[in-house]
């Protein structure tokens, strides 16, 4: 199976030779896998080097001439380090851009801290207008981020990881997916979580939602499936607690319970591999199914 | 009053009795009209761009990065019929146009909003592109910087970009009023120049100069014009 990655390129090689509005923005990374698309598009595909700020600034120039430019490297250098670039030179000028990432959380163990950008999604919910999908899966990746090109001139934010499920799921875009349905409350995994969400809910009497958007959130499916029980639990690839004020929100005029696991916030000072961090974390199917158990007894 | 004033703010001799409209006195000292002469040539005499050409996609891009003190900035627009000179004195008011820095969505004319340093060369990198593959190689993007501002890291990420890729209508005015607090060595066009722009520096007070430099030929080429004026803390 391909990665979410290759397929970003892919795709994108294919946009841009389709659609003469698309500009990508590189600032290194992936840069070798985009190099016959850029002997095609000189213009349109522009590698900035290793400048993550000029990376943003630069999308937003382009978006304000009107095109629709993607920008794509690690979420570590493409949310967290220009931050600021993405709060001023995208939201408050007023224009639009689709940020692709690669990399995310843990996909890089061994890479260490650097690597690792836990908390990209709750940065950027300190900003209003971003749409934040997170497949868990290249097909999922691509019906989410061709979406995300032909929207308008939104901010879309697309999470890509090396972490995914055997199988995709027809994701609608903005919408959560019944996977299982239970009557006794619901479990949201978001993106590549699914596979050991469904392993460790497999005999629970629990309704299993799907979210490759997190954002916006979709609350009317949380309530739909909280109709009978309002225990929630969120299974979440970036940093715990990220949709829980999303969560408690679509609940709020009803008495409900929320666990919400995802990565801690402490630094994880180990090496290794994607499997050994997830448990880890507690969120391989064994840790999940240990909490999800003592939160719905 | 709004005739009189529309009509006698047509020249550089008007841009104090504008300025007055928002400060409340007549006379500036050198910080708030530093970037005055630079603003009122490039304007007057150099960018094709008017009120009524100002969403037109072939329209010279005038991108004010170091919007700090952008007073001169608001009396060259309402002297060229951007702004009507009525509001100026809502200057800073709550539900004034006006702030403090400028906001693109808020002021006609305004091509980004600024107050943060270090951002408006890196987004006219990307204006300059983002014309290039549309095919509009007249446009100039100019982006008007001060020499504190250059500070700033986000900077020399896109002077070094900008200069490797030959990013030939993009331009920077750098207002050096000397206040950078450790200075630039060397001065400040010779960073530009160290990565291939064409470089210039001259009195930012001189509108001769001013032009001079404004319109010179380079091709293949960014161009930078160091406008020096009097130090801040003369």
Same mark, same amino acid.
């Given at each position: 199976m391909d990665t979410m990655r290759d397929r970003f390129i892919e795709v994108t090689s294919g946009l841009l030779d389709e659609d003469p509005r698309l500009a990508l923005v590189l600032a290194d990374i992936s840069a070798a896998g985009f190099q016959q698309a850029a002997g095609r598009h000189p213009d349109r595909l522009v590698n900035v080097g290793i400048r993550e700020q000029l990376l943003i600034g630069a999308a937003a120039g382009l978006a304000l001439t009107g095109m629709r430019p993607i920008a794509h490297t690690f979420a570590s250098f493409l949310i967290e380090r220009p931050f600021e670039q993405v709060k001023l030179d995208l939201n408050h000028q007023g224009v639009g851009a689709v940020l692709v990432s690669a990399a995310g959380s843990y996909d890089w163990p061994a890479g260490g801290r650097t690597h690792m950008s836990p908390g990209d999604v709750a940065l950027l919910d300190?900003?209003?207008?971003w749409t934040v999908h997170v497949p868990g899966h290249p097909d999922e990746a691509e019906r989410l981020l061709r979406h995300a090109v032909a929207d308008g001139d939104r901010k879309v934010y697309v999470r890509l990881s090396a972490h995914q499920n055997e199988q995709a799921v027809k994701v609608e875009p903005g919408r959560f997916t019944v996977v299982r349905e239970g009557a006794r409350g619901a479990v949201v995994a978001v993106g590549p979580m699914l596979d050991a969400v469904l392993a460790a809910t497999a005999n629970l009497d629990v309704t299993v939602l799907y979210a490759?958007? !997190?954002?916006?959130?979709d609350g009317a499916a949380l309530r739909a499936a909280t109709q009978r029980r309002a225990d929630v639990v969120l299974v979440e690839?970036?940093?715990?607690?990220?949709?829980a004020n999303a969560a408690h929100e679509a609940l709020a005029d009803r008495p409900h319970r929320l666990l919400a696991l995802g !990565?801690?916030?402490?630094?994880?000072?180990q090496y290794g591999s994607i499997p050994e961090h997830l448990a880890a974390y507690g969120l391989d199917a064994h840790g999940l199914r240990e909490r999800i158990d003592g939160f719905l007894k | 009053m709004t005739n009189r004033t529309r009509t006698t703010a047509s020249g550089f001799g008007d841009l104090p009795g504008l300025m007055a409209l928002m400060t409340g006195d007549e006379k500036h000292g050198p910080a708030a009209t530093s970037t005055l002469d630079a603003l009122w040539v490039l304007y007057d005499r150099v960018l094709r761009v008017t009120p009524e050409t100002a @969403?037109? @996609?072939?329209r010279d891009r005038f991108l004010l990065s170091k919007g700090h003190g952008p007073m001169a900035y608001y009396a060259v627009l309402a002297a060229k019929g951007f702004l009507d000179p009525e509001v100026l004195p809502s200057f800073g008011a709550y539900d004034s146009p006006l702030g403090h820095h400028p906001d693109r969505l808020l002021v006609p004319g305004v091509e980004i909003s600024s107050g943060s340093l270090g951002h408006g060369l890196p987004i006219g990198v990307g204006t300059a592109l983002g014309l290039r593959a549309q095919g509009l190689h007249d446009p100039a993007v100019w982006v008007l910087l001060g020499d504190a501002e250059f500070d700033e890291g986000s900077n020399h990420e896109a002077v070094a970009f900008a200069g490797a890729y030959g990013l030939d209508r993009l331009h920077a005015l750098v207002i050096d009023n000397s206040s950078a607090t450790h200075g630039w060595r060397g001065g400040i066009a010779a960073r530009f120049a160290a990565e291939g722009w064409s470089a210039e520096t001259v009195d930012g007070r001189d509108h001769e100069a001013l032009h001079a430099a404004y319109t010179a030929a380079h091709p293949d080429r960014p161009r930078v014009v160091v406008a020096r004026v009097e130090p801040k803390n003369s």
């Open positions: 300190t900003l209003p207008d490759a958007t !997190v954002r916006p959130f690839p970036y940093l715990a607690g990220t949709s !990565v801690p916030q402490a630094e994880h000072r | @969403q037109d @996609q072939d």
